[in-house]
């Protein structure tokens, strides 16, 4: 089994930064991809940014410019670079993996359990 445990979340204001990290534990045979989800308050659950094992980012248009994610593999973790937040990025972030746990034939997906990040004045 994966596990996956976000952090780095917290209130800040308009205009500030915020760095989450997302650190992969357990009996890990090899990590694919790695994604940040986030969720606001009566939203549905939406793709923040993804980053593949060779580094192939993507974005949703909302943080293009703003965010940038990155991972070390040899720390089985990924990072979400947060810049010129703005209120309407209040949210749940959620870290995702798809990962091959040791033992077990194909990949499955994790999602970590969340961490706040709430941009207000």
């Not at 986030?38 to 094992?53: D, F, H």
């Not at 943080?63 to 990025?89: C, W």
Request: proline share 5%.
């Amino acid at each position: 089994q994966v596990q996956l445990v976000e952090s780095g979340g917290g209130l800040v204001q308009p205009g500030g930064s915020l760095r989450l990290s997302c650190a992969a534990s357990g009996s890990i045979d090899s990590i694919y991809d790695m994604e940040w989800y986030r969720q606001a308050p009566g939203k549905q659950r939406e793709l923040v940014a993804a980053i593949t094992v060779d580094g192939i980012t993507t974005y949703v248009d909302s943080v293009k410019g703003r965010f940038s994610i990155s991972r070390d593999n040899a720390k089985h973790t990924v990072y979400l670079q947060m810049n010129s937040l703005k209120p309407e990025d209040t949210a749940v972030y959620y870290c995702n993996a798809v990962a091959i746990s040791r033992g077990f034939p194909g990949p499955s997906t994790y999602w970590g359990q969340g961490t706040q990040v709430t941009v207000s004045p």
